[in-house]
């Protein structure tokens, strides 16, 4: 979910940019409740994250929550640490050890 992109989206549909940035709180906070991907902009545009129905329904069409995938996960038992391997939307991978 690009806020350059949302952001032309929205233009391009006649939406106020300001509505970009309720978006992106909508967003923040669905993941702190949920984390979950599927059906995640189901609510965008109910109160409190009201939006014009043609920018819920822009994003809706249009991104997604999470483009990055897990690809691998290397678990190191005696430390309860591990390698996890991202395949990002480009198709890049990045690692990292958590």
């Known amino acids: 979910l690009d806020p350059w992109e949302l952001e032309a989206a929205f ?7 300001q509505h970009v940035r309720t978006v992106w709180r909508y967003v923040i906070n ?7 991907h ?3 902009f189901a609510d965008l545009g109910e ?3 009201s939006v014009p129905r ?5 994003v809706r069409s249009r991104f997604a929550a999470c483009s ?5 996960w290397h678990a190191k038992r005696e430390r309860g640490s591990g390698k996890i391997i991202i395949k ?3 198709g890049q991978m990045v690692e990292a050890v958590i």
């Open 11 to 17: 233009r391009e549909s006649g939406v106020k940019p």
């Open 30 to 36: 669905r993941f702190r409740e949920s984390g979950e």
């Open 38 to 40: 599927e059906e995640f």
């Open 47 to 49: 109160k409190p994250y």
């Open 54 to 58: 043609v920018a819920a329904d822009i």
């Open 68 to 72: 990055s995938a897990e690809q691998r």
């Open 88 to 90: 990002l939307q480009d």
